[in-house]
């Protein structure tokens, strides 16, 4: 393979981590030469590199994020869990659409971060606490989008499926659940990076520990390093999963590469 062909092949990320390195260097530049800030009132990639270091080499960065992914696990397992069957039913029993849909959309739309104290006072400071938030952020996003995968099923093969005498549950299984997993994995995506805004969310308002709860208590003792550490960390973990739900789209809908070239 020529070079030219495996930067064709590979250009997605060589052309993101260019991006990255171009404003990298130039956060750095400016702030050393062009634009010199006092640390304390904000940060530059040295500085972080350095503290980045520091926060590998220790215990507690580990274990923070234990305990974040722990409660994401949990919340956004029940999602999945509960997200996609309403999704479903939602899609293919219009009554249930017309009695749910009023009810999703207005807490859909309204700022469910708002709601994170409540939640903290009925489920506690816990894990089931950020559980249950990282669960209300990233359940609507399975919801609709699984729903609008049922709504554009072809209806030639659902024809099909009742030409030959099949069930509804042969409907489910072997047409709509099949032609709605793009849907479902593209919904992922979404729901991955509100899962984490909900993890981030919970811990600022009650924890003790957690990379929320070290994020906030950096930015709150002036230690900007630290802080972008954590917020780098996040960072890179919503784009490792969101490239996952990326490679597992295309595996399950092949014909979607061709979307990719552009």
Do not use: C
Request: no cysteine; glycine share 8%.
């Amino acid at each position: 393979m020529s070079a030219r062909e495996h930067f064709a092949e590979h250009r997605r990320f060589y052309i993101g981590i260019s991006s990255v390195i171009v404003l990298v260097l130039a956060w750095e530049l400016i702030l050393t030469y062009i634009f010199p800030v006092n640390p304390f009132f904000f940060t530059k990639p040295s500085l972080i590199a350095t503290a980045f270091k520091e926060q590998i080499q220790g215990a507690k960065l580990w274990h923070d994020l234990a305990v974040s992914s722990q409660a994401f696990i949990w919340g956004f397992s029940f999602a999945v869990i509960v997200g996609i069957p309403v999704g479903l039913v939602m899609g293919w029993r219009r009554r249930v659409e017309y009695s749910l849909d009023p009810f999703l959309t207005a807490l859909y739309a309204s700022p469910l971060v708002a709601l994170a104290p409540l939640f903290i006072i009925v489920f506690g400071v816990g894990v089931l606490g950020k559980a249950a938030l990282v669960f209300l952020l990233a359940v609507f996003p399975f919801v609709f989008n699984t729903f609008a995968g049922v709504k554009s099923t072809d209806s030639l093969l659902i024809n099909v499926i009742h030409s030959f005498g099949g069930g509804e549950k042969d409907l489910y299984v072997k047409v709509i659940l099949p032609s709605t997993l793009p849907y479902i994995i593209a919904g992922a995506r979404l729901a991955i990076g509100r899962g984490l805004v909900g993890i981030i969310v919970g811990e600022f308002y009650a924890a003790s520990e957690g990379i929320g709860f070290a994020i906030s208590q950096a930015g709150d003792t002036y230690r900007l390093p630290e802080m972008f550490v954590g917020i780098i960390i996040l960072s890179l973990i919503a784009v490792a999963l969101t490239e996952l739900m990326r490679k597992l789209e295309l595996t399950i809908a092949p014909w979607r590469a061709g979307e990719e070239v552009r």
